[in-house]
Structures are given as C-alpha cells and as structure tokens.
C-alpha cells in the first residue's frame, strides 16, 4: 500500500511529507460550512433586527426610521397578534395531541409479528413525506362539502370543514394529523422494539395484566423518545404555515406564521414584521433548545 | 413463550392485524383519490356517489401540458379526423389546445415548474451534501472547541421558520436582484438542508470505525487521502440516504419558493395552487400535476425505508 503513497515533499517535515496537518483539515472542513451559515442565516437575521426597530415599509421608497422599541411595543399590545398566538396553542394541542395518539396507538398495534409487516410500516410512512402545500390543497376536494369524499364516506351529508370558521381549524389539524401521525408512529415504534423482552416475559410470569404492563413497562421505556416526537411536532406544528394558508383563508386559523406573512407580504409592514419575526424566533429557539437537550439524552443511552 | 399464547391473545393478535389494515386504508385512501382522479374524465372527479370504478384515462396529463381554451363550435369531423390522438381528448373535454400562429403548441406552465423543481433540488442536494459531508467528517474526527455549541447553532438555522428567515432575505435578494432566480432559491434550500445534512452524516461518519483512516495513515496516505479513498466509500450509503433526504424536503418546499419567486424559477409547489383560481378547477388536472410531482417522492421514500427513523430524528436514534 506504501508504494501508492504520491509525495514529493520534503520528507523532514512531517506535516508536508503527510500533507495537510490535521488542523488545517478540520479547518477546511468546518469554516466553510459555518460561515456559510452564518452569512445566509444569522446575517439576514441581524440585518431584519435592524429593521424591526423601525418603521420601513418594503413597498416604498421612503427611507426607514429609528422608533426604538415601539413595533415591539405595539405588538405586544396588539389583541389581534394575540389572538394569533392563541389560535396557534391551540391548533399545536390538537394536532399535537392527535398525533401522539393515533400514532402511539398505530405503532402498538404494529409492534407484533403481522405479515408483510414492514410493507405496511413504509405504506404508512408515505404521508409524511409528501409535500404539504401539495397534498394540503387536494384535501379541499376531500374537504369539500358536496362532492367531497370525506363527507360521503362519514355520512355527514354538506357539512362544511373548511367554510365553517368554527370547523376550519380542526379540518386543518386533521390533515396535519393524517399527515404527521406517522412520524409518531415510526419514533414509537423504534421506542417499543427497544423494550426488552425479557420484561414482559417477567410481568406474564407475575401474572401482570395488560394495563400494568403497559403502564408500568411500555409506557415508562417509550416515554423519553415519545418525548422527542412531541416536542419536535410541537415545534413544527407552531411553525406551521403551508397547510392553513392553502387550506383556508378563515380568520379563525390565521396562525402566527400566516399573520406574520401578511404583515411582511401583503401589507408590507416590514419593519413590524421583524420585530414580530423576532417574537416568533425566541420562542422557537427555546423549544430547539430543549429538543436538543433530549436528543442528547437519549443518544446518550 | 410458544407455550403461553392463550387463545384471547391469538384472538388480540388477529383483531390487530385487521385494525392495522383499516388504519393503512384510511390513511392511504387521499394517496389513492389523487392518483385515481388523475385518470378520470373530468365529468367523474366530482360525482357523487364517488366515482371508484371507471375507465382511465390520459387526458388529465394531456391537458396538464397544454395550453387550453373553450370550444365555442364542435370542430368539423375532418377537423377532428386530421387531429392527433392526444388532441382529440381534448376535443372529447370540450376544450381545444391553444397553438401560436405557426401552428405550435403552446405549453401550459407546469412542465417548466416542474423543471424549476428539478434543477433546484438538485443543485441544492449536491451542494448541502457535499458541504455537510466534509463538515461531519470534520466534527467526528477531530477535536473542535466548543463543538456541542457550533452543532447546536447549526441545527438551530434548521429550525428558523421560514417566513422569519425570508423577510431580511427577500429585501436582500431585491437590492442584488436574486429575487425569482434559481440561485437564490438554491441558496436558500442549500443552508436550509446543510445542517441537516451535518447532523445525519455526523451520525454516519462516527459508525466508520477510526481504525480504518488509522490503518491508511500508517501505509503512508495522507489524511486527505484517507478521507477520499477509505472513509467515502465507506459512507457512501449514508451520503445517498441524506441525498435524498435534502432532495425531498427542497422538492417539498413551499414557503421560500412562494415568497422569493413568482415566474422565471417558480418550482411546482406554489405554482400547483395557484391553480386553483375562482369558479370551479378541473380537479383532474390538478391531480395529474400532483401525482407526477408526488411519484419521484413516494419512490424515493420505498428506497429509503430503512432510514427513515434516522433521517427524521436528525440521526439521533438509529435502529
């Protein structure tokens, strides 16, 4: 193998004769990366900080003013933004806890010898991998209260999902359900193949019941990686702007991320709407924060 | 264990594998309606009772293509006659093809946002995973100061809302006139997926066993020689298994697209939408531009099977 070896170098310095040193590859190799990160994401966040101290509007020419915190001010004052954040909690926890259910609930009755288990298993991952915006708009023709085919399959003749204002949040937390249910469904059942078998072999000696098994067993074993399904949905779901925005344009699901659109995109409220960008960011932060702490811990065992 | 299976546990177990088939049916079943409307007729997309047995047919794709408008007068038979097949369907739909004043086709927008879609997902790919390559190597194999910090800020760039990150960018990408380019959106998608594309090949690049590069170092490679003979091959599977990855969620892509483009390097997935404008859409068309954009996804997702628990937990839990 030695006589592969294609160098010229002076063969006294040990880092010429190796080539690059070690440290000038693990330069090579990060630097690049970083600062490319650093000039397409942490750059343009530093430069719309900037902006949300004043009152710019894109679709003018008229130069930006300084307000200090004002737009900050205003926001937080603003009832409309916070009924925005109020209807994002809320669509988080139903489509959230939706989720967690029919997922968990999938991967318990999965995680036994079935045929052609592993076909089934990849069928039912499919949702979560289309695109939302995509898929999200064809649900409007299952949606559809005439000829859709939700309605007729739940006999529920014209009822309105998605023009009834009351309805339209939970239509759209479905969908994200039917969506993203799978993704619950595959990190259980990672969770539940893991539980040692030998434990369950032990509680039928004892003569355990189910509900003991699963309540002292299953569940305890599962619960650090169901714990990273939710937060990570839960960051998503708060994240969430395709699906609500193409399935309807009711105020009762205006989330945080549509008002935000609207306020940079349609009203060009540019200043404001940094300063609202930053609200959401915080808060988005915090949750990849503790992800990543559970992440950590979990890969630790 | 054999002994113990009582007759209510075979009982159990049965009740469950017939449940699990019900829950894949309903979930299936919105896959299955987009797939079917895109072969029916359009007096069949929007029956009820729902149309489930018909014959199909191509004219959905034919019109996806094409550039159409209303018929005001039934052609003439020769008219009719000396068409081709896949303008008669058309003419079968009550429509005629629109064609420029050299007789042309005209195409209708799809095929070029499909195109769009195409060339951006790939670049992008190509370029995260390259980078993030390097850069996992990097952070497996070498001590970096503060290196749970610099991962943690590589991930969090991942975790932005879109809308948060395309404000600064689009009044960026205005004053340098990126705004509907390709390279913006390339860019975009690129340091969108590069942490993700870190964080998985981390994973992999710390399954390579060290031993190996340490072996070559020893016969005289270099280290970048090692990197390049030794540890890529090695990784190969894992460097497809993020390709992919990166490819699907920049093909999927919705917010930044609707934002940064509208025409020259709009991709398919706000362009498939905006479709659907007032009065009532051809829903097999729309079908047909959504089952040709969602085929290469749903493939790709049976090719990757395997890691697909590893893709969506940012290479933290493996089987």
Same mark, same amino acid.
């Given at each position: ?301 | 264990?054999?002994?113990?299976? *009582?007759? =209510?546990?075979? @009982? &159990?177990? $049965?009740?469950?594998v017939v449940a699990v088939l019900v829950v894949t049916i309903?979930? !299936? ?13 359009r007096n069949l997309a929007t029956t009820i009772p729902p ?81 993030? *390559?390097? =850069?996992?190597? @990097? &952070?497996? $194999? ?12 590589? !991930? ?78 090695e990784a190969a599977t894992g460097i497809a298994a993020t ?77």
């Amino acid at each position: 193998m030695a006589t592969t070896m294609i160098t010229t170098l002076d063969r006294s310095s040990r880092a010429a004769a190796r080539g690059l040193s070690d440290i000038s590859i693990r330069n090579l190799f990060i630097i690049p990366t970083v600062l490319f990160l650093i000039v397409f994401n942490i750059f343009p966040l530093i430069y719309s900080l900037g902006y949300s101290f004043t009152d710019f509007r894109a679709s003018t020419n008229a130069p930006a003013n300084f307000v200090g915190l004002q737009n900050y001010r205003d926001l937080l004052n603003d009832p409309y933004v916070w009924s925005n954040f109020a209807i994002t909690a809320k669509y988080v926890i139903i489509s959230v806890a939706g989720q967690l259910l029919v997922g968990f609930g999938v991967a318990m009755l999965l995680n036994r010898d079935i045929p052609l288990k592993g076909l089934l298993t990849t069928l039912l991952l499919l949702p979560m991998m289309l695109s939302m915006a995509v898929v999200g708009l064809f649900w409007k023709l299952l949606y559809d209260p005439s000829f859709g085919i939700i309605n007729y399959a739940l006999g529920l003749g014209t009822f309105e999902w998605l023009a009834d204002p009351k309805m339209a949040l939970y239509a759209v937390a479905l969908t994200d359900i039917w969506m993203w249910s799978p993704f619950v469904m595959l990190l259980s059942l990672a969770g539940l193949s893991a539980v040692p078998k030998h434990l369950y072999e032990a509680a039928a000696i004892d003569r355990a019941g189910p509900f003991y098994t699963f309540f002292r067993i299953t569940l305890p074993l599962v619960a650090p990686i169901l714990m990273i399904a939710v937060i990570f949905r839960t960051m998503e779901a708060f994240k969430t702007f395709d699906l609500a925005y193409i399935l309807t344009s009711q105020p009762t699901t205006e989330l945080i991320s549509i008002r935000l659109y609207k306020m940079a995109f349609q009203e060009w409220q540019t200043g404001r709407s940094c300063a609202l960008a930053y609200i959401v960011l915080i808060m988005v932060l915090a949750i990849t924060n503790i992800y990543v702490k559970y992440l950590n811990k979990v890969k630790e065992r | 264990m054999a002994a113990v299976r *009582t007759s =209510t546990e075979i @009982g &159990f177990n $049965r009740a469950a594998v017939v449940a699990v088939l019900v829950v894949t049916i309903i979930f !299936l079943a919105p896959i299955y309606w987009i797939a079917s409307t895109a072969f029916k007729p359009r007096n069949l997309a929007t029956t009820i009772p729902p149309t489930i047995v018909f014959q199909p047919e191509i004219s959905p794709f034919v019109k996806l293509f094409t550039k159409r408008s209303q018929l005001r007068t039934p052609p003439t038979p020769e008219e009719y006659a000396a068409a081709p097949w896949w303008e008669r369907v058309v003419f079968d739909g009550g429509e005629k093809i629109v064609r420029d004043g050299k007789g042309e086709v005209q195409w209708s927008g799809y095929p070029n946002r499909f195109m769009n879609s195409l060339i951006i997902a790939i670049t992008s790919t190509v370029l995260a995973v390259g980078m993030g *390559t390097f =850069t996992a190597y @990097g &952070f497996s $194999r070498f001590k970096v100061k503060g290196e749970a910090d610099l991962l943690f800020f590589i !991930l969090s760039t991942r975790m932005l809302p879109p809308v948060v990150v395309a404000i600064p960018m689009f009044l960026m990408y205005r004053a340098v006139g990126l705004n509907d380019s390709h390279i913006g959106l390339i860019i975009l998608y690129t340091a969108f997926n590069l942490s993700f594309s870190v964080w998985l090949m981390k994973g992999f690049m710390d399954e390579i066993p060290k031993e190996y590069e340490e072996a070559a170092l020893v016969d005289g490679y270099t280290r970048m020689e090692a990197f390049f003979k030794i540890v890529l091959p090695e990784a190969a599977t894992g460097i497809a298994a993020t390709a992919v990855f990166c490819f699907i969620t920049a093909w999927n892509e919705y917010a930044f697209a609707l934002i940064m483009t509208n025409r020259r390097a709009q991709t398919a997935p706000p362009f498939i939408p905006s479709q659907v404008g007032s009065g009532l859409p051809d829903w097999t068309v729309i079908a047909a531009g959504t089952f040709l954009f969602l085929l290469p996804v749903a493939i790709f997702t049976f090719l990757l099977r395997n890691h697909l628990l590893r893709g969506m937990s940012f290479g933290a839990i493996r089987k």
